[in-house]
């Protein structure tokens, strides 16, 4: 039987005909006729090299961008959190932005982040 036959054949075939046709394909091959994702090639390197960066991000770095109105809360907390003198919170304060903390969990950056917002301080997580 050619190609062409064959398609003619399945032409003829009514849909429950089909469908029990496919089946027996499936069981028979062990495929499925399941639409599977499959990446197109242009794309595949713009798209799954942003997949793979994303996931790949474990560490995340704290910024502080600016003090806002309570400058002595932010000093107490960074004191607190970072275990640094008062003379070193107070630098980390006056030269803001300034990374606080780099390379921590993405828990971690959000602790701190929480800590710090609440006594009116914008950190950004980068």
Do not use: H
């Not at 036959?5 to 005909?17: N, P």
């Amino acid at each position: 039987m050619t190609k062409e036959e064959l398609l003619e054949a399945i032409e003829k075939m009514s849909v429950v005909e089909l469908v029990e046709f496919v089946k027996a394909l499936e069981e028979k091959f062990g495929v499925s006729g399941m639409p599977m994702a499959v990446p197109v090639a242009g794309n595949a390197d713009k798209q799954g090299g942003a997949a793979v960066q994303e996931e790949e991000k474990t560490t995340f770095d704290v910024v502080l961008s600016s003090v806002g109105q309570a400058k002595i809360q932010v000093i107490k907390v960074l004191r607190e959190v970072l275990n640094i003198s008062l003379k070193e919170a107070n630098d980390l304060v006056a030269s803001t932005p300034q990374v606080i903390k780099k390379g921590v969990s993405k828990e971690d950056a959000e602790d701190l982040k929480n800590k710090l917002s609440t006594v009116g301080a914008t950190v950004e997580i980068k």
